[in-house]
């Protein structure tokens, strides 16, 4: 019996680097197609031109690589020691940081870009577009980069 808890112990302990290093290695590649989607609308925006399947797909891009870090961030949340267990040490700043702030105001910036992306299938013209983009996956991106806890991060 202890063999079987031993073994199980090291396979949850794994697991948890694993989805830990995930959630933070694919927060660079998340980031990277939310900048480019936003830089892009942006341009769009400036420059008048029309919208085409491209910009389209690097916001589909964006909008799913961002819904994938939700979706490890929550198993994440449930399984380490920083999450839900520190839920209500509110005096130190780094727990606060991890289990209400990082979670709470990253999941409010996937709804405004989740938020864009359905507004734009309404909208007709181009500009309208890269606007809505602009505005939506803009304020989602300013709103992930304030919530990240960089002294774990570099």
Not at 79 to 101: H, I, Y
């Amino acid at each position: 019996m202890p063999f079987f808890i031993i073994f199980v112990k090291t396979k949850t302990i794994s697991m948890y680097d694993f989805i830990q290093k995930f959630h933070s290695g694919w927060a660079y590649l998340a980031l990277l197609v939310l900048v480019v989607a936003v830089v892009n609308s942006f341009i769009g925006m400036s420059s008048k031109k029309d919208f085409t399947s491209k910009d389209r797909k690097i916001a589909l891009f964006a909008l799913i690589a961002i819904h994938i870090q939700l979706l490890v961030g929550i198993i994440l949340y449930f399984v380490s020691p920083l999450g839900l267990a520190s839920f209500g040490q509110m005096a130190d700043k780094a727990l606060r940081l991890t289990s209400l702030e990082h979670p709470l105001i990253n999941i409010i910036a996937i709804v405004l870009i989740t938020i864009g992306w359905s507004k734009h299938k309404k909208l007709m013209t181009s500009e309208s577009k890269f606007k809505t983009f602009s505005i939506f996956y803009g304020l989602g991106l300013l709103l992930i980069l304030s919530r990240i806890p960089w002294n774990m991060w570099l």
